[in-house]
Nanobody, 124 residues
Framework: QVQLVESGGGLVQAGGSLRLSCAAS????????MAWFRQAPGKEREFAAA????????YYVDSVKGRFTVSRDNAKNTVYLQMNSLKPDDTAVYYC?????????????????WGQGTQVTVSS
């Protein structure tokens, strides 16, 4: 019902910035909480950031607090992840996800829809 397509990933040096976008189609994202998860090779999928349906509440894993900012533009049906001061440990495939939830944003199994992912590589 909801298709999500991430873009904006790439190769960046440590300390640099990237802005990821998640474009949704099929349904308005106004009804959904949205999140970004990431997965490094050989590691479990990890919660990175989330934003509730109207953008009033934002959530971040401790390791990205102060560096990443999640936002949304419901009129454009798009969610963003601004990533600053990137570190090599941020290297991962970043996935956008959507769910009609009001809590538990950090739990991957709460999400019904997922994008294909976009690669972020941070070099030293």
């Amino acid at each position: 019902q909801v298709q999500l397509v991430e873009s904006g990933g790439g190769l960046v040096q440590a300390g640099g910035s990237l802005r990821l976008s998640c474009a949704a189609s099929g349904r308005t994202i106004s009804d959904y909480g949205m999140a970004w998860f990431r997965q490094a090779p050989g590691k479990e999928r990890e919660f990175a950031a989330a934003i509730n349906w109207n953008g009033a509440n934002k959530y971040y894993v401790d390791s990205v607090k102060g560096r990443f900012t999640v936002s949304r533009d419901n009129a454009k049906n798009t969610v963003y992840l601004q990533m600053n001061s990137l570190k090599p440990d941020d290297t991962a495939v970043y996935y956008c996800a959507a769910a009609r939830i009001t809590s538990g944003y950090e739990r991957w199994y709460k999400y019904d829809y997922w994008g294909q992912g976009t690669q972020v590589t941070v070099s030293s």
